[in-house]
């Protein structure tokens, strides 16, 4: 958004994406405010671990993700606000008079790139390089023993959804994870882009050696009548062999380095390779 003149290190940080609360928390900064959004909610997800404890123990919601509360925000008296433009650019002005306030241009496959933003913003880019460098390494590992356990296996990320199915593309957060990973995808997927939407005349483009899949909990239950709908189709019988049901919150929301090793574990799992240990 230009330049934001932050004075001192910060410590009490609002992150009001999702993707920048799991990343205050991994360069060990104190996340006193978030957005709902979602399952994502003052209680923490299971997936970052002792340091919603460390680091988190008095965070409370300032509002939903698309509509936060200033005055929630203010009343926190935070160091610095963080969050993407695609989400809250409107706001930045209301925003940058509470506290020193930073935007990167959206989330998913910049996912890393955002840590290294914080990362400067609080004056922790050698822990952010550590972090990742370590996730990377890790990536590389689980990769390279489920190319040869399975000789170089094609990966299909589907997820069922209150709206489309989505086959996901490289341009994303669980793209970028396989391909950090140095797994193939499928024709279909092998591309550029967000995602690729279908019908079930389409189902045979969700074909892979292995089809990772998620399902999105909505309060109707509309994604998973769709899923059921796929499975009773003649067409998604011979894929039923290859599905391996994952957690879409790791997969798709989480958008972070934390949710990363998340989905490295649970390929390792699906290959029955070594899983990497979980920070």
Same mark, same amino acid.
């Given at each position: 958004?230009?330049?934001?003149?932050?004075?001192?290190?910060?410590?009490?940080? +609002?992150? &009001? *994406?999702?993707?920048?609360?799991?990343?205050?928390?991994?360069?060990?900064?104190? &996340?006193? $405010?978030? =957005?709902?959004?979602?399952?994502?909610?003052?209680?923490? /997800?299971?997936?970052?671990?002792?340091?919603?404890?460390?680091?988190?123990?008095?965070?409370?919601?300032?509002?939903? @993700?698309?509509?936060?509360?200033?005055?929630?925000?203010? %009343? &926190?008296? /935070?160091?610095?606000?963080?969050? %993407?433009?695609?989400?809250?650019?409107?706001?930045?002005?209301?925003?940058? %008079?509470?506290?020193?306030?930073?935007?990167?241009?959206?989330?998913?496959?910049?996912?890393? !790139?955002?840590?290294?933003?914080?990362?400067?913003?609080?004056? !922790?880019?050698? &822990?952010?390089?550590?972090?990742?460098?370590?996730?990377?390494?890790?990536?590389?590992?689980?990769?390279?023993?489920?190319?040869?356990?399975?000789?170089?296996?094609?990966?299909?990320?589907?997820?069922?959804?209150?709206?489309?199915?989505?086959?996901?593309?490289?341009?994303?957060?669980? $793209?970028? +994870?396989?391909? *950090?990973?140095?797994?193939?995808?499928?024709?279909?997927?092998?591309?550029?882009?967000?995602?690729?939407?279908?019908?079930?005349?389409?189902?045979?483009?969700?074909?892979?050696?292995?089809?990772?899949?998620?399902?999105?909990?909505?309060?109707?239950?509309?994604?998973?009548?769709?899923?059921?709908?796929?499975?009773?189709?003649?067409? #998604?019988? /011979?894929?039923?062999?290859?599905?391996?049901? +994952?957690?879409?919150? =790791? #997969?798709?929301?989480?958008?972070?380095?934390? $949710?990363?090793?998340?989905? @490295?574990? *649970?390929?390792?799992? %699906?290959?029955?390779?070594?899983?990497?240990?979980?920070?």
């Amino acid at each position: 958004m230009g330049t934001t003149q932050i004075d001192e290190r910060p410590e009490r940080i +609002v992150a &009001l *994406d999702s993707s920048y609360a799991d990343t205050t928390l991994l360069l060990e900064k104190e &996340l006193v $405010g978030i =957005t709902t959004y979602r399952s994502y909610s003052a209680d923490l /997800p299971d997936y970052l671990g002792d340091a919603r404890d460390e680091y988190a123990d008095e965070v409370v919601s300032v509002g939903d @993700l698309e509509a936060p509360s200033l005055e929630k925000i203010a %009343a &926190l008296e /935070p160091d610095l606000i963080v969050s %993407a433009k695609v989400r809250h650019e409107a706001l930045y002005d209301q925003l940058s %008079a509470i506290a020193p306030t930073i935007m990167s241009e959206t989330t998913g496959a910049t996912f890393k !790139e955002n840590v290294e933003l914080l990362a400067k913003a609080v004056g !922790e880019e050698e &822990l952010a390089a550590e972090k990742i460098a370590a996730y990377e390494e890790a990536a590389a590992e689980v990769g390279a023993a489920v190319n040869e356990a399975a000789d170089n296996p094609t990966i299909s990320v589907t997820r069922f959804l209150d709206g489309p199915t989505r086959l996901y593309l490289k341009d994303t957060y669980s $793209g970028i +994870v396989l391909d *950090d990973a140095g797994l193939a995808r499928p024709k279909a997927q092998d591309t550029t882009g967000f995602a690729l939407e279908i019908s079930e005349e389409n189902i045979k483009q969700a074909d892979a050696d292995k089809i990772f899949v998620t399902i999105y909990e909505d309060e109707e239950g509309v994604a998973a009548k769709t899923k059921e709908s796929f499975e009773r189709n003649p067409l #998604w019988k /011979p894929l039923e062999p290859k599905v391996t049901e +994952v957690d879409d919150t =790791t #997969w798709m929301t989480a958008v972070s380095i934390q $949710g990363a090793y998340h989905i @490295l574990h *649970d390929l390792a799992e %699906a290959f029955g390779v070594e899983a990497p240990a979980i920070p």
